[in-house]
């Protein structure tokens, strides 16, 4: 498999912003890659150095095996994009607007474009104006899903999108991945990103924080315990991986790194067990911990187990 | 109950907020039109030295129904106050009614539009807050006008009656038009519809005007600038003509509320009609978008520029009578090589088209920032369109809609020419006289595209580089200017057709610096960021 971008090092400062700070992304050919990061994290900056329109300050950028600031017409012929926002020219017409940026891409089809307006339930005739956010973003997904892009870059394509909408994208995200395009898809909604992508890349202030498959970044994290034992727990507290232990009585609570669960439930048994419970991680504690904290590391357990409880 | 007192809940607040996000236009605009007036007084004053010369221009005048048409009744002519208010009123009046309509229609329906007064009213902010916030910045903005009007005419040493009379009819008719502008802005969802409703009231009020002071000035009362004239500044004054006027502005102002209380925010009285399915085959080419946005503009300013220029041409046969034997004016009008009065004038009326028709050019210019601004160009630059075809899609409106507008004022110019009794033979010469402005304005697109690729924050300067230019074709002569300032507007570069003869040095090099600017400005364009 080879990488359809390939970003290493990547720095891009606005006056004295440093909005991407040595940003690392690898999204391989054929993959649905979530590109996720707190809001003002340089994802859209990085979106946007991918497409040519602003230039990267340094680090190595490579796009379909091209420089997407020198070989930006060319580079373009193979992909589709979806801004976060789509904005429109008020006094045209969302099918207008679709066929526009068909025609200038070359690949219009208009059987495929009907369908799409079908399945997302979008009037083509309204003027711009007078179209809801979401059937904006409707207008957007529609002009690039209609088309044979090899690479869709899709920037929190579904803002706006009511559940059903999101469904249908969803199915439409997984046809693109069957016949072997890619995506690169940023997104907030969790359930969208555990559905379709097949490896993520968190992103923080300018810099990658992880990359991964979920279940690796899963690994990454730590399961909660709920635990009642024959003896007081407090032996717990000396293990290492161990963090925000709570006992009360022989009742104890306490959330533990994957890499040292093992040690953690030998000592539990060595205690008595009498009941268990346990939590893997949800998706929503993995990226809060990624987004609050920065790091796994060096942080206060304290603060970090907070989330993990709720 | 208190519901009215409630719907105007964090006016203050509100105000306070767009006079802080506006300050820059509401002072350029409130000190642009004080300054015209004050140097269109001092012109007049040195136009019309001596007593004889205003009797002899009044003589010229009072008879002659283009020149009437066109600055409003004859009345005081025969002082330099009443001089003043025939040149400066009709046009002056026109600027503050603009000034009035743009300001409203972006403060409401431009606010509304772009979602901004959405986030204002969920706040503990009344109903009518809005509207009533900008209603009171625009209207201290026509006082301000009118209290810097009449001090200006007082700084000529001109009678306090008149001065503060012409000031009022400033401030009032500036107020009618901000009336006109709140209430087409509740009936459509559109800004620039409104600035269409508005302006065509305003092109109505200027036609009745016109025609009724023609003739017996009956239809002169049923328009809000003939209004204003009929309150005679310099020439009797009276008062009364301005209660119609302050009838009208609680009128509107009434009429607005109403209205507002008939609709959704967002929406208008009128239903918006549904557009096409698919695009037509010209769309889906990047000139065919380019043109398919700038259409309206384009339509818009040619007409604007012909009607401007029959407006010119009628007076042509004229202009002989009215100029003979002031020397002050006919030296104003003199073409370097010399002919007669008429093609003096009509080099003169070709001159001010073509700056007037600048503001196309550069309009048209700016969208390329525009689009960049707004979001609308990131998108297109996705697909396989290389920026500097992108650029050139709206340059090439730009550089021909350059000429189509020169060339609609040309021809309007030659149809008031001919409609005045004067030999349609010349058209051919008449249009050439026109479209020969065009490198000229060239300049001035290529200037806008050097700042949009190289300095694309500054690039809105381009319309202080027209207002200079402007100041120097217009006044420049009457203001004693020295030659090297004059020669430093484009404008004045042109050969004056068709008074002077034609000559292509100046416009190849008017040309190859535009080249040369539009090239800087899309090689910047290449290198730079988008957004």
């Given amino acids: 498999m080879t990488a359809a971008i390939v970003v290493r090092g990547l720095v891009k400062t606005f006056g004295r912003t440093r909005a991407l700070d040595g940003l690392d992304l690898v999204v391989e050919a054929g993959e649905v890659h979530g590109f996720l990061g707190p809001n003002g994290a340089g994802k859209t900056t990085t979106i946007r150095v991918l497409l040519g329109l602003l230039r990267a300050d340094a680090g190595d950028v490579v796009l379909l095996g091209g420089n997407p600031w020198k070989d930006a017409v060319e580079l373009h012929r193979r992909l589709a994009y979806v801004p976060g926002d789509v904005s429109l020219w008020p006094k045209i017409s969302g099918g207008e607007v679709i066929d526009v940026f068909g025609r200038l891409r070359g690949d219009l089809d208009s059987r495929r474009r009907d369908q799409l307006l079908e399945r997302f339930e979008l009037d083509p005739t309204k003027k711009a104006r007078t179209y809801s956010k979401g059937n904006r973003q409707k207008v957007g997904l529609v002009a690039a899903l209609a088309s044979n892009a090899e690479l869709l870059i899709l920037d929190e394509p579904t803002s706006g999108l009511d559940p059903l909408m999101e469904s249908v994208f969803q199915d439409c995200i997984s046809e693109v991945k069957a016949q072997g395009r890619t995506v690169l898809l940023s997104s907030h909604i969790l359930a969208e990103v555990e559905a379709l992508c097949d490896r993520v890349s968190i992103i923080r202030a300018g810099r990658t924080q992880q990359s991964g498959t979920l279940s690796e970044l899963r690994h990454l994290s730590r399961t909660s315990i709920i635990a009642e034992t024959r003896r007081p727990a407090e032996t717990l507290a000396n293990l290492p991986g161990i963090h925000g232990l709570e006992i009360d009585g022989t009742h104890v609570r306490f959330g533990v790194d994957n890499d040292d669960l093992d040690g953690a439930m030998r000592r539990l048994s060595e205690l008595g067990l009498r009941s268990l419970i346990s939590h893997p991680p949800t998706l929503e504690q993995l990226f809060l911990r990624q987004y609050r904290d920065g790091s796994t590391e060096d942080q206060a357990p304290v603060d970090r187990d907070r989330e993990a409880r709720t | ?531």
């Fill in chain 2, 1 to 531: 109950m208190t519901r009215t007192k409630d719907g105007l809940t964090g006016t203050a607040t509100v105000t306070g907020f767009i006079v802080r996000r506006d300050r820059v236009r509401i002072v350029v605009w409130v000190a642009a039109i004080a300054v015209l007036v004050a140097l269109l007084a001092a012109s007049v004053k040195g136009l019309f030295p001596t007593q004889a010369d205003l009797d002899q221009a009044a003589a010229a005048t009072n008879g002659n129904a283009a020149v009437i048409a066109f600055n409003g009744p004859a009345q005081g002519l025969d002082s330099v106050g009443g001089e003043v208010a025939f040149q400066a009123g009709a046009m002056g009046l026109v600027v503050v009614a603009l000034m009035s309509v743009m300001m409203i229609g972006s403060l409401t329906r431009g606010e509304e539009e772009a979602g901004r007064l959405e986030m204002l009213r969920s706040l503990p902010v009344g109903s009518h807050a809005p509207t009533a916030a900008a209603s009171l910045t625009v209207a201290t903005m026509n006082v301000a006008v009118g209290v810097l009007v009449t001090l200006a005419l007082l700084g000529q040493h001109l009678p306090l009656a008149g001065s503060v009379t012409f000031g009022v009819s400033f401030t009032l008719t500036g107020l009618v038009f901000a009336g006109v502008a709140l209430v087409a802005a509740q009936v459509t969802e559109n800004t620039r519809v409104v600035y269409g409703i508005a302006g065509a009231v305003l092109g109505a009020s200027f036609a009745l005007r016109a025609v009724g002071d023609i003739g017996d000035g009956m239809l002169s009362w049923f328009s809000p600038i003939g209004w204003a004239q009929k309150a005679r500044p310099f020439a009797g004054e009276r008062w009364w003509p301005f209660l119609p006027m302050l009838a009208a502005i609680a009128c509107l102002v009434a009429a607005t509320g109403a209205l507002a209380a008939r609709r959704d925010i967002g929406g208008g009285l009128v239903q918006p009609r549904p557009g096409r399915r698919s695009a037509s085959r010209g769309l889906g080419h990047p000139f065919g978008l380019a043109l398919r946005l700038q259409r309206g503009s384009l339509i818009g300013w040619s007409t604007g520029l012909f009607l401007t220029g029959v407006a010119f041409g009628s007076i042509a046969n004229s202009v002989d009578d009215f100029v003979r034997d002031n020397k002050a004016l006919a030296d104003v009008l003199a073409p370097a090589g010399g002919g007669s009065l008429t093609d003096s004038y009509l080099a003169t009326s070709f001159g001010i088209l073509a700056l007037i028709g600048t503001g196309f050019a550069v309009q048209s210019t700016l969208r390329l920032r525009a689009e960049e601004m707004s979001l609308h160009a990131e998108p297109l630059l996705a697909t396989p369109l290389a920026r500097w075809r992108w650029a050139m899609s709206h340059l090439t409106v730009a550089f021909g809609g350059s000429v189509i507008v020169l060339f609609s004022g040309g021809l309007a110019v030659a149809v008031g020419y001919g409609f005045g009794g004067g030999d349609l033979t010349v058209l051919p010469e008449l249009l050439g006289a026109a479209v020969v402005y065009s490198p000229a304005m060239w300049l001035l697109v290529g200037l806008t595209v050097a700042l949009v690729g190289l300095a694309p924050r500054g690039a809105v300067a381009t319309w202080a580089v027209l207002a200079v230019c402007l100041i120097i074709g217009l006044l420049g002569k009457a203001l004693d200017l020295p030659a090297w300032l004059m020669t430093i507007s484009p404008f004045q570069n042109v050969p004056q057709l068709p008074a002077a003869d034609l000559s292509v040095l100046p416009l190849v090099a008017l040309t190859g610096i535009a080249a040369a600017l539009t090239w800087a400005g899309l090689s910047g364009l290449r290198r730079r960021d988008i957004g």
